[in-house]
């Protein structure tokens, strides 16, 4: 069975961080490039980080470049979003997706920046 647990949201003051986890299970992790992806309410969903099978290359929107930070590790089957210099802004569900030849999505985890 797949599945793909996201933890480590939360509320957080602004220009606090957090620390998203992302726990892989059910298919070949190594394999699966990896990326968060998050939902405002009243907003499209917008591609936050990916990173590809072996780390080696990564990826950010505009909008988080400079202050979040992708990294998996395979051993693991886990994928992670460090998070700084929060915003208001950045409140939002922050979702894992995996994708190669099948695309897998987790439930999510809300995240709240917020004074």
């Known amino acids: 069975q797949v599945q793909l647990v996201e933890s480590g949201g939360g509320l957080v003051q602004p220009g606090g961080s957090l620390r998203l986890s992302c726990a892989a299970s059910g298919f070949t992790f190594r394999n699966y490039v990896m990326s968060w992806y998050r939902q405002a309410p009243g907003k499209e969903r917008e591609l936050v980080a990916v990173i590809t099978s072996t780390g080696g290359s990564t990826n950010y929107g505009d909008s988080v470049k400079g202050r979040f930070t992708i990294s998996r590790d395979n051993a693991k089957n886990t994928v992670y979003l460090q998070m700084n210099s929060l915003k208001p802004e950045d409140t939002a569900v922050y979702s894992c997706?995996?994708?190669?030849?099948?695309?897998?999505w987790g439930r999510g985890t809300q995240v709240t920046v917020s004074s």
């Open positions: 997706n995996a994708r190669w030849i099948y695309s897998y």
